[in-house]
T-cell receptor, first 115, second 117 residues
């Protein structure tokens, strides 16, 4: 059973460019969350997708946008990249149902470097 | 206001000994969940243990246990019989609300654990 997969593993972009990161959730999971983890910090919640809609959003500017496809996979898009966008981007999938104890399964992350 | 506080940036422990990683949290919700994740240098976040706010007993998962003190708003992770493979960053996280309606996790800054042979 494949876990959460993310692509690409590493990415180098120039300031001002746009980037798309991809995530495939764990089999059976319908909810995808994205997190940004700056060096030396804990992950910060960007947004969550469920049924192809953005259900929750953290404190991130509109330059960060996303999409969820019918097969539950998801993309994170960042426009007008800034140096401060350099971070590890983590995707997590879950199947909340009605359980409070559900866990989010994380992928290996995409390391984005903006120069 | 910081919702998850991990006051130990780094910890050392001798192999086979027990270690406690501290975590305090702040919330006005009655329903919340507390999580611990391990992050090796590879970057992937690995789920370790979960404690619900209404759980009366401390959670345990193998060598991991969560010392939950609700009145003190603390959720410390105890790792027994440390192994070299336990060397990693450890993050405490909280999810406010109940069930699927409140999905995002709020993370602390983490504690780097180093296990010495």
């Amino acid at each position: 059973d494949a876990g959460v997969t993310q692509s690409p593993t590493h990415l180098i972009k120039t300031r001002g460019q746009q980037v798309t990161l991809r995530c495939s959730p764990k089999s059976g999971h319908d909810t995808v969350s994205w997190y940004q983890q700056a060096l030396g910090q804990g992950p910060q919640f960007i947004f969550q997708y469920y049924e192809e809609e953005e259900r929750q959003r953290g404190n991130f500017p509109d330059r960060f946008s996303g999409h969820q496809f019918p097969n539950y996979s998801s993309e994170l898009n960042v426009n007008a990249l800034l140096l401060g966008d350099s971070a590890l981007y983590l995707c997590a999938s879950s199947f909340p149902g009605t359980s409070d104890s559900y866990e989010q399964y994380f992928g290996p992350g995409t390391r984005l470097t903006v120069t | 206001a910081q919702k998850i506080t991990q006051t130990q940036p780094g910890m050392f422990v001798q192999e086979k000994e027990a270690v406690t990683l501290d975590c305090t949290y702040d919330t006005s919700d009655q329903s919340y969940g507390l999580f611990w994740y391990k992050q090796p240098s590879s970057g992937e976040m690995i789920f370790l243990i979960y404690q619900g706010s209404y759980d009366e007993q401390n959670a345990t998962e193998g060598r991991y246990s969560l010392n939950f003190q609700k009145a003190r708003k603390s959720a410390n992770l105890v790792i027994s019989a440390s192994q070299l493979g336990d060397s990693a960053m450890y993050f405490c996280a909280m999810r406010e609300g109940y069930g699927g309606s409140q999905g995002n996790l709020i993370f602390g800054k983490g504690t780097k654990l180093s296990v010495k042979p």
